[in-house]
């Protein structure tokens, strides 16, 4: 159960132990400095790509194992139009050439405009990218960092990491998302059967 070996530790252990294995992910790492030379505004990378190489250090299996791609959020509320969010990911897909894995990229203020058509249910208007996160649709997966002003990594987690670090996925029922909730929740048991997934 060397797995488990951070479950139940206090937050600010658990928050180190995270950003440590962050650091030391080839992949994130690399990732991370080309994202801060982007110089998005308000800019955080979430979830699946951070989650995963979390799981992956502590079940001994290698950097970038399940892992899909990378989420890049950003906030910038100046323009709501498609194109000016179009001319961010044209010119991060050049930025990002000849990583391993693609870098998706959402402007986080505008998923209320797209958001209702795609999955038949409202959303929030954000006011920031890291609120974004605190409506993902499993606690465990809403994790985020960047580069503070100090240089060092910042953890958004509005949830605390512990069914991160428990190898559980807990469902957020601020909105409907259950399908999306159960269907994560597969998808990481066949890569990880240590997980448990806590029912809707």
Same mark, same amino acid.
């Given at each position: 159960m060397d797995h488990l070996r951070y &479950? #139940?530790? %206090?937050?600010?252990?658990?928050?180190?132990?995270?950003?440590?294995?962050?650091?030391a992910d080839p992949l994130l790492a690399e990732?991370?400095? =080309? $994202?801060?030379?982007?110089?998005? %505004?308000? !800019?955080?990378?979430?979830? #699946?790509?951070? /989650?995963? &190489?979390? !799981?992956?250090?502590?079940?001994g299996k %290698?950097?970038? /194992? #399940?892992?899909? +791609?990378? +989420?890049?959020? /950003?906030f910038d509320d100046s323009d709501l139009s498609y194109e000016a969010e179009d001319a961010v990911i044209r010119r991060a897909a050049a930025h990002f050439e000849g990583l391993p894995l %693609? $870098?998706? $990229?959402?402007?986080q203020a505008r998923v209320h405009l797209w958001y209702p058509q795609k999955f038949g249910q409202p959303c929030p208007r954000y006011t920031s990218a890291s609120e974004s996160v605190g409506y993902f649709a499993s606690k465990t997966h809403a994790v985020g960092v960047r580069y503070g002003a100090d240089g060092g990594l910042e953890l958004v987690a509005p949830f605390g990491l512990d069914d991160l670090f428990s190898f559980r996925i807990t469902p957020s029922r601020v909105m409907d998302?259950? =399908?999306?909730?159960?269907?994560?929740?597969?998808?990481?048991q066949e890569y990880w059967p240590e997980i448990t997934v806590v029912p809707w």
């Open positions: &479950s #139940g530790l %206090p937050f600010e252990k658990q928050r180190q132990a995270f950003l440590d294995i962050v650091a990732t991370l400095a =080309r $994202v801060r030379m982007l110089v998005l %505004p308000d !800019w955080l990378v979430v979830s #699946g790509a951070l /989650y995963n &190489s979390v !799981w992956n250090h502590l079940t %290698p950097s970038g /194992y #399940g892992i899909r +791609d990378v +989420d890049l959020f /950003y %693609p $870098v998706e $990229v959402r402007n998302n259950q =399908r999306t909730h159960e269907a994560k929740g597969k998808r990481a």
